[in-house]
């Protein structure tokens, strides 16, 4: 197996055109994470267990012995597809030397062949969709606020009608207080990402984690009737109707071995 027969995790081509590369270097200082989602859609159980297999067995090791800790694995709580994976980078030159790692890397390539080598008429997974993600200044890097086996994930994805409107969501997240609120209401947040490329823009993109879906509700039901949130959400400059055109609401739980 040479360089080029191995799964490319990112887009990282047209990377390339969001930061000049003489500016990478620096980019640590920026002090903020990237975020890659990867969606594997799967059709049956037999691709849901080759990518549980390549993910487990062959990506995630890569990826930590990469630097690149931690990664998150989940699954939908209901159905089988897509399986999601969460890589975090701390630069923008991390993400366009990621799949150059894997690919010298030769306990990788082992690990993964079968999953690589698969042939066209038995596929390990239907197709697979990424996202790049930069996390808010209000909450720069990733967190794993809970570690309990049962623990349950929202991953939420808010749309705005323009790339101004979806500036002022960020706003209202970052510097109007919602991030605090949502910790002070037990919405307990691994991330918060604006999407820089991906399907569905302008969009940001976050996700919270519980302990099971009882604490999920009630943390909600909280931050619903919260003062603080009534005020917020009453201001004509962050009513809904304004900056908000659409939202999707995953429920997840993890894999076994995810580090998120």
């Known amino acids: 197996m040479n360089r080029r027969q191995f799964i490319t995790l990112s887009g990282a081509a047209s990377l390339a055109a969001i930061s000049p590369a003489p500016s990478l270097a620096a980019d640590s200082a920026f002090g903020r994470d990237y975020y890659q989602l990867l969606q594997f859609a799967v059709d049956n159980q037999d691709q849901r267990k080759a990518v549980d297999g390549f993910l487990k067995n062959a990506a995630v090791p890569s990826l930590n012995r990469l630097g690149l800790k931690p990664v998150g694995v989940f699954y939908p709580a209901e159905g089988i597809s897509p399986v999601y994976a969460l890589i975090r980078h701390k630069s923008l030159a991390s993400v366009l030397n990621m799949n150059e790692g894997l690919a010298t890397d030769s306990d990788f390539l082992y690990q993964a062949a079968d999953f690589l080598d698969a042939p066209a008429s038995a596929p390990g997974f239907k197709r697979l969709e990424s996202s790049m993600m930069v996390a808010f200044a209000g909450m720069p890097q990733i967190e794993t606020p809970v570690r309990s086996p049962g623990r349950v994930f929202q991953l939420r994805i808010y749309e705005s009608p323009t790339f101004k409107t979806g500036l002022k969501k960020i706003e209202m997240f ?36 519980f302990n099971n879906m009882d604490e999920q509700k009630a943390a909600w039901k909280k931050f619903a009737s ?6 917020l959400s009453a201001m004509p400059e962050y009513a809904d109707k304004a900056i908000l055109s659409g939202i999707t609401n995953l429920q997840l739980v993890a894999a076994d071995y995810s580090q998120v």
């Open 174 to 209: 970052n510097d109007a207080g919602e991030i605090k609120l949502f910790r002070e209401c037990g919405l307990n947040p691994v991330f918060f990402g604006q999407t820089m490329i991906g399907a569905k823009m302008p969009n940001l993109t976050y996700m919270l984690a």
């Open 226 to 231: 919260h003062p603080d949130w009534k005020r």
